[in-house]
Every structure is written in structure tokens, then in C-alpha cells.
């Protein structure tokens, strides 16, 4: 009884964080009866990958003799084959042989494929063609992700702790779980206009923020930033906008015929004499009227410019308040004075 006891997990209630929790090592001893059947997986890659995985398919075979996984290739058909063995003592190791062969089949190497046996560490294609309908967006936002010289996706990789590849229409991560679902978020947003720029600074501020333990178990939504789509893609108006008429039941009337011209203007009755004066006499008109623009534009240069005149400022008189009294009183003392000298 007190060995079962101590086989059995010591509290089986929820967790508050799942991915603190370390996974059990699984060991060759642990599977203590052979697999029933063969399991076995296929996957084919393009023209170009085939001199790289034949050079490196010895050590891929390998990797996989420890787990007892068989893995074969054909380079007629253009295909990897994984499949298991009566060694064979880890039952899912036969899926993780399975995602081995399809990232390099997506242009992963060799090096970084083979992290996908470890048990904390999976993979993840991720479908892009279908996110986006023209050629040209789809471009463009993928260049995005990649960033200029690479540095977008290397600072991705950094802050997830995966490994990522973009090729083609899909995007391969190689990773632990968590870094995973941070890098199809990413991704996904990306393809969906919006910048990878705002989920790179969400995570670099989560960072930062877990370190801090008074913010444990508050909202950090007030921290992160804030994305504001912005629909800015109208399509191009003409210069010259054409206003549609008034719908009218009855048909436009008939425009005047030359003829119809020269019987209002009375022109149709002249003989051609006079039809020869008459445009001679229009010419000379529209000549005179051209001469006499000439000639005022060649005597605009003569015309002396407006002078401003400068007028003096006009100095406002102080009007002084005389005091009669007092004036009264200083002629009567000066009148005394000139009475007693003389």
C-alpha cells in the first residue's frame, strides 16, 4: 500500500500556471509491452531538397534508431517513409519522426529538425497562401514578417524561444508549446494587416511585467499597446467626375445640322462674294483684337508702379486747461510791481 501511494500524483487539483509544470521524462523502460501493429508515415518533397536530404538522410536514420523508428527514402518518387519497429518503447515518438520529415520537407535543416524528438519541444506549420487573395499583399506581408535583413524574425524567435522559417506559403516554428501559440498569433495577425511591430512590443512588455510580482494578479491590458485599424486602401477617383442626368422618358432633340446654322444666322442666302467679305471682315476683327493685346502687354513694362505717398504723422495738440482766476491774479501783481518801482 505505501508503494502504490507513492506512485500516485500528490494533489490532483487544477493548476494556476500549466506551463511551469515540467513533463515526465519518458524512459525505454517504461512501455513494458511491445506495439501491436506498424505504424507508419509518408511525406513528399520538392526536386530541390533532394541533394540535401541524401546527404544528411544517414544521420537522420541515425536519430531515429535510438527510439527504434525505421526511416527510409525515395528519391524516384520523391518521398520519406517513417515507420515503427519491434525496438520501438516510446509509443508517440512515431509522430514526432512524422513532423521531423515534414520540416525538412519545408527547408528545415537537419540540425534544427532533430530538436523535435525532445519531449518539451513540437512544431508547427502554419498555412499562409489562403489568408490573403492578391499576389501582391500576400508579398508584401510576408516580407513583413521577415523584416528588413531579417531582424523581425530573428527578435520573433528571441521573445518565443522557437525557431522559425518562412518559405513559401507556409511559415515551419520549432519550439516549446507556449512559443508556439505566440508565434501563430503573430503570424496570423500579420497576414491579417496587422503589424508584427504591436505583438514583438505586447511581448517584450510581458516580459518585463512577469518579473514584477505585485502585478502577479492584475490586468495588464492598460500596459500593452493599443492596435486601431485604419482602412486607408480607396480606390483612385478620376479627375474629371461625370454627373448623371435626369432620367427623362423622351429621346435628346436633334442637334442643328450646318445647314440649319446658316439659315438662323442668314448666311445661307449670301452669295459667295459676300460669304468671302464676311470671313474677311471676322479675320480682321480677331486680328485687331490680337494687336491690341500685343500692344498693351509690350506697354506694361513702360507703366511706372504706384507710388505709396508718405504721409507725416500729424502731431495730436495738447489741449492745456487754463486757470482764468489765477492768470487774473498774476497780471494784477505784475501791474503793482511796474507801479512801485516806478
Not at 501511494?5 to 494556476?16: I, Y
Not at 511491445?34 to 540535401?52: G, H, Q, V
Not at 498569433?185 to 504591436?198: L, S
Not at 490680337?290 to 504721409?311: G, I, L, M
Amino acid at each position: 500500500m505505501e508503494e502504490k501511494s507513492k506512485e500516485l500524483p500528490k494533489s490532483t487539483a487544477p493548476v494556476d500556471n500549466a506551463w511551469s509544470l515540467k513533463l515526465p521524462e519518458f524512459k525505454p523502460g517504461d512501455m513494458k509491452h511491445r506495439m501491436l501493429e506498424e505504424s507508419s508515415f509518408a511525406t513528399l518533397f520538392p526536386k530541390y531538397r533532394e541533394k540535401y536530404l541524401k546527404e544528411c538522410w544517414p544521420l537522420v536514420q541515425k536519430s531515429l534508431e535510438e527510439f527504434g523508428i525505421n526511416a527510409s527514402i525515395d528519391c524516384l518518387e520523391g518521398s520519406m517513409t517513417v515507420k515503427t519497429t519491434r525496438k520501438t518503447w516510446d509509443p508517440y515518438v512515431i509522430l514526432k519522426a512524422r513532423d521531423m520529415i515534414k520540416l525538412m520537407a519545408r527547408s528545415v535543416p537537419y540540425e534544427q529538425a532533430v530538436r523535435v524528438l525532445q519531449d518539451d519541444v513540437s512544431s508547427d506549420i502554419i498555412k499562409i497562401g489562403s489568408l490573403v487573395r492578391k499576389k501582391e499583399k500576400f508579398v508584401k506581408r510576408r516580407q513583413r514578417l521577415i523584416g528588413p535583413n531579417g531582424c523581425t524574425l530573428k527578435s520573433i524567435e528571441l521573445l518565443t524561444n522557437c525557431y522559425v522559417l518562412v518559405q513559401g506559403q507556409t511559415v515551419s516554428a520549432l519550439g516549446p508549446y507556449k512559443g508556439l501559440q505566440q508565434v501563430r498569433r503573430i503570424v496570423e495577425d500579420t497576414m491579417n494587416n496587422v503589424h508584427p511591430i504591436y505583438n514583438i512590443k505586447a511581448l517584450m512588455i510581458k516580459k518585463e511585467l512577469m518579473k514584477d510580482p505585485k502585478l502577479k494578479n492584475e490586468n495588464w491590458e492598460r500596459f500593452l499597446p493599443q492596435i486601431h485599424s485604419k482602412n486607408l486602401s480607396k480606390r483612385k477617383q478620376p479627375k474629371k467626375k461625370k454627373t448623371k442626368k435626369e432620367y427623362t422618358p423622351f429621346p435628346p432633340a436633334q442637334p442643328e445640322s450646318k445647314i440649319d446654322k446658316q439659315l438662323a444666322s442668314g448666311e445661307f442666302f449670301l452669295n459667295e462674294a459676300q460669304k468671302r467679305a464676311k470671313k474677311r471682315k471676322e479675320r480682321d476683327e480677331k486680328h485687331e483684337e490680337a494687336n491690341k493685346k500685343r500692344q498693351e502687354k509690350r506697354q506694361q513694362a513702360f507703366v511706372p508702379p504706384e507710388e505709396q505717398s508718405v504721409s507725416k504723422p500729424k502731431t495730436q495738440k495738447v489741449e492745456e486747461k487754463i486757470d482764468v482766476e489765477a492768470f487774473k491774479k498774476k497780471i494784477v501783481g505784475s501791474q503793482k510791481k511796474k507801479k512801485r518801482l516806478a
